[in-house]
């Protein structure tokens, strides 16, 4: 890990609302796509907290296990529920004392992955949405961006608010009047979608360190609604082939979002406004 610090002093109380830790102890689902790093425990992510300056995270469960959201409640509890919230992913016959049982423990939402190695179809979005909204949880979808258009209506009468992940991650980059896009612009304008600023270098074919034909598309949504914007490292970068970054990933916020305020908005507020601590 390179040891430069960003170029963007984050401002006090910053989020990262997407990280995975792993615990090579922990039996596999299934359904998993690959076991994750084993290197990538709370003690390394703490050193990349005190690196980018930033306080508050949110540890996302990875496909890695299935609905056995044990690791990463532990790893919000050894970072501190105080400033630290989790993702997870449920059954859909959960039982009511179990939703208790996670919302207690820090979870705040469920994560649906529509890309190899998710376990939730999309036949369970609603069901599911439908038994969280009461706990005030969200539903975190990453799906092909290209498709949202064919899911617009579906994901815009969710009864639970939705952030959609990693600037929608678009498999082949695409320019903003594509059609995926425009339906992303038109959640986005529904006052109950998010969009999480992550992942670009996981799409990108222009490359580190601006990823500008995704950068393009972050700073369109950036402009269209800046208070529907959070941002989040991805650590530890599952799917890149060359890790990138970290301080480089956290300063592409100067390229998109050059206003203090709203920075401090994507960092600060709106987070703070979905997670609450």
Not at 135 to 156: C, F, K, S, Y
């Amino acid at each position: 890990m390179s040891a430069l610090k960003p170029r963007l002093i984050a401002p006090a109380g910053a989020w990262d609302c997407h990280i995975h830790i792993y615990d090579p102890r922990m039996p596999l689902a299934p359904t998993a796509a690959n076991p994750g790093p084993a290197w990538a425990t709370v003690e390394a992510y703490r050193a990349v907290q005190r690196r980018l300056g930033l306080t508050r995270a949110v540890v996302v469960q990875p496909t890695a296990y299935g609905t056995d959201n044990s690791c990463t409640l532990a790893a919000a509890a050894a970072l501190g529920l105080t400033n630290t919230r989790a993702i997870v992913v449920i059954a859909p016959d959960v039982s009511d004392a179990e939703l208790e049982r996670l919302n207690a423990a820090g979870a705040r939402g469920v994560r649906f992955q529509m890309l190899p190695g998710g376990v939730l179809p999309w036949d369970a979005l609603e069901p599911i949405a439908a038994r969280i909204a009461p706990l005030g949880w969200h539903v975190q979808v990453q799906m092909d961006g290209r498709l949202l258009a064919d899911r617009e209506q579906q994901l815009g009468r969710l009864p639970a608010p939705l952030i959609i992940d990693h600037i929608g991650k678009f498999l082949e980059p695409v320019p903003v009047e594509h059609a995926g896009f425009q339906a992303l612009l038109r959640l986005l304008g529904n006052g109950r979608t998010w969009l999480k600023l992550a992942g670009a270098y996981e799409v990108s074919k222009a490359g580190p360190p601006l990823y500008p034909d995704v950068g393009t598309l972050a700073k369109a949504a950036i402009k269209a609604a800046p208070e529907r914007m959070i941002w989040a490292s991805n650590w530890p970068h599952v799917s890149a082939q060359d890790l990138p970054d970290d301080a480089q990933l956290l300063d592409l916020l100067l390229e998109w979002a050059p206003d203090d305020n709203v920075r401090h908005q994507i960092m600060v507020e709106n987070p703070q406004a979905l997670y609450g601590v």
